[in-house]
């Protein structure tokens, strides 16, 4: 069973960190390029969409697991590495959280309202705080392999 979690833990956290890659690196910065502010705003949005139902799927998936690891473990047995990645794994989930309630929830309601302005602005958010939790999920892999 531990295997399983640590399988299933290693392939949310693909998914999540992998997407995320996807969207900054490739679609982004091609949307951006290509597209008039209301097509890549309603691509944008509709592709968050999509993709964020995979991140909440992901943060389950990772929390439970990650909590069956350290519990069959041993709270106090478990490596520093997996403390660190706990701690940095619940600051994704509170950054993700807000912005999912937060900016997001905007833009979905600019982007209906053709407001295209504010759906830039909330965009830009959602950028910043994807660009947080990106580092926060590679500081979470670096405490696993580099802290003891």
Partial sequence: MLMLSKFLHLAAAIIWLGGVVFMLTSLRPVAIA??????RLTLLSAVL?????????????????GLHMMISTGMGNAPKGWHWMLGLGL????????LYFGPFKRLKRAVARADWPRA????????KLVV??????????AAVVFVS
């Fill in 34 to 39: 290509q597209l008039q502010p209301s097509a």
């Fill in 49 to 65: 969409v999509r993709f964020f139902v995979l991140v909440w799927v992901s943060v389950i998936a990772l929390l439970l697991t």
């Fill in 91 to 98: 600051a994704m989930f509170a950054v993700f959280g807000h």
């Fill in 120 to 127: 830039s602005v909330h965009l830009s958010n959602i950028h």
């Fill in 132 to 141: 947080a939790n990106f580092c926060l999920g590679w500081a979470a892999v």
